[in-house]
């Protein structure tokens, strides 16, 4: 199947600071990704989806200022967390898919702790 | 507003028992539906994609669509302590839609 790797997996950084994510497809191309957002005992929510070469496209409520969303390849998506607070202290997971494909594949996700 | 319904749980079963876990979704013109399992901490991992009516086996695991009632169903067959997880319902529109998720139902198999 698919690879999807994310990285880091583990983050803690002080309050004010950024933390970038890096999402990675090792073995395919993908033209489309989605970052997700999950809190605890929560589902994921969908924060913005990306297609390869353009601006991603946001979902109601989510700074488009604050999330940072580059998809400069067909094979490497990041989201960067500008002025981070406790508050986007969360599980971040990205999802990739190939044009051809009805099947996305997530990455590992990234816990982010903001102190 | 799109949205796919899950019952929470959490859903208890015995060791070598079915499984049947249950979601509905509000969009009519849904084409893919999707089942994910989630542990705790992890990212979620697909277990099955069905995209027409009826059922679709892998395994010990069944998938159930009926287009008509808006209804998808995920039944694990000889259920093992290690299915224990969180069970992600998700549905999507055609084309480069996003899906969208149920909240999930966590399920609990008692050995």
């Known amino acids: 199947g698919a690879v999807v790797s994310q990285h880091p997996s583990r983050v803690i950084c002080k309050s004010g600071t950024s933390v970038k994510i890096e999402c990675r497809s090792l073995d395919f191309q993908a033209t489309t990704m989605f970052w997700y957002r999950q809190f605890p005992k929560q589902s994921l929510m969908l924060m913005a989806t990306?297609?390869?070469?353009?601006?991603?496209?946001?979902e109601q409520g989510v700074e488009k200022d604050k999330f940072l969303i580059n998809h400069a390849s067909l094979t490497l998506s990041t989201l960067t967390v500008t002025s981070a607070h406790p508050e986007d202290s969360s599980f971040y997971i990205c999802s990739a898919r190939s044009k051809q494909a009805t099947e996305a594949f997530f990455g590992q996700g990234t816990r982010l702790t903001v102190v | 507003q799109k949205e796919v319904e899950q019952n929470s749980g959490p859903l208890s079963v015995p060791e070598g028992a079915i499984a049947s876990l249950n979601c509905t979704y509000s969009d009519r013109v849904s084409q893919s539906f999707f089942w994910y399992r989630q542990y705790s901490g992890k990212s979620p991992e697909l277990i099955m994609s069905i995209y027409s009516n009826g059922d679709k086996e892998d395994g010990r695991f069944t998938a159930q669509l009926n287009k008509a009632s808006q209804y998808v169903s995920l039944l694990i067959r000889d259920s093992q302590p290690s299915d224990s997880a969180t069970y992600l319902c998700?549905?999507?529109?055609?084309?480069?839609?996003?899906?969208?998720f149920g909240k999930g139902t966590r399920l609990s198999v008692i050995a």
């Open positions: 990306s297609n390869e070469g353009s601006k991603a496209t946001y």
């Open positions: 998700a549905a999507r529109m055609s084309g480069n839609t996003p899906l969208v």
